[in-house]
């Protein structure tokens, strides 16, 4: 039990559509990350957010976006859906931006585009 | 372009034997290497980590060796449990960012 929590636990959308993901970190995390795993696939970083702006991008189009709250909660919106954004997405909160060691991961949304 | 390779997406041990995974990286600037275990319905928890200072690190059953020059490391589980019986990734990352690297996984099954 990491203490991060995502909602939903799975999610079917189609082609097009937009779609807001949740995460809520450990108490006291001001850092949360997100990730892609598309299926046998390792887990790909899409940006990560710290003290509620972001820091740091890998290599994900504009459409893919995020907000980061007060309340250790955070949001990951993905718009005009594609068929390749099927994924597991993950969420991994840490007390700082560069702990790798205690970057805790929830255990993710499964998303399907159809 | 895969950064971060792990070429055996499946190994069956025996219990009590030791489990050797493998890893290769391609982008010289990782100095940071990490094994995480992931079980079905769950993210990836931290298992064991090495900097590119060292070239071994060992915590209980759990040892991971980094070759710089070969750009490889392994992961050694000796004696190997059932209750290892997961996905491992190894990830990597430069200059102790957050943005982790993940390799694609090797699924262990350890036979009881």
């Known amino acids: 039990e990491t203490g991060v929590t995502q909602s939903p636990t799975h999610l079917i959308k189609t082609r097009g559509q937009q779609v807001t993901l949740r995460c809520s970190s450990q108490?006291?995390?001001?850092?949360v990350s997100w990730y892609q795993q598309a299926l046998g696939q390792g887990p790909q970083f899409i940006f990560q957010?710290?003290?509620?702006?972001?820091?740091g991008r890998g290599n994900f189009p504009p459409r893919f976006s995020g907000l980061q709250f007060p309340n250790y909660s955070s949001e990951l919106n993905v718009n005009a859906l594609e068929l390749d954004d099927s994924a597991l997405y993950l969420c991994?909160?840490?007390?700082?931006?560069?702990?790798?060691?205690?970057?805790?991961f929830g255990p993710g949304t499964r998303l399907l585009v159809l | 372009d895969q950064q971060v390779k792990q070429n055996s997406p499946s190994l069956s041990v025996q219990e009590g034997r030791i489990s050797i995974l493998n890893c290769d990286y391609t982008?010289?600037?990782?100095?940071?290497f990490l094994w995480y275990k992931k079980y079905p319905a769950e993210g990836p928890t931290f298992l064991i980590s090495?900097?590119?200072?060292?070239d071994k690190n060992e915590d209980g059953r759990f040892t991971v060796f980094l070759n710089k020059s070969a750009k490889h490391l392994s992961l050694h589980i000796v004696p190997s449990q059932p209750g290892d019986s997961a996905v491992y990734f190894c990830?990597?990352?430069?200059?102790?960012?957050?943005?982790?690297?993940f390799g694609t996984g090797t699924r262990l099954t350890v036979i009881p």
């Open positions: 108490s006291g995390h001001n850092t």
């Open positions: 957010y710290y003290r509620e702006e972001e820091n």
């Open positions: 090495i900097s590119s200072i060292k």
């Open positions: 990830a990597a990352s430069v200059g102790g960012a957050n943005n982790l690297f």
């Open positions: 991994a909160s840490s007390p700082g931006s560069v702990n790798q060691e205690t970057q805790y």
């Open positions: 982008n010289s600037m990782f100095d940071y």
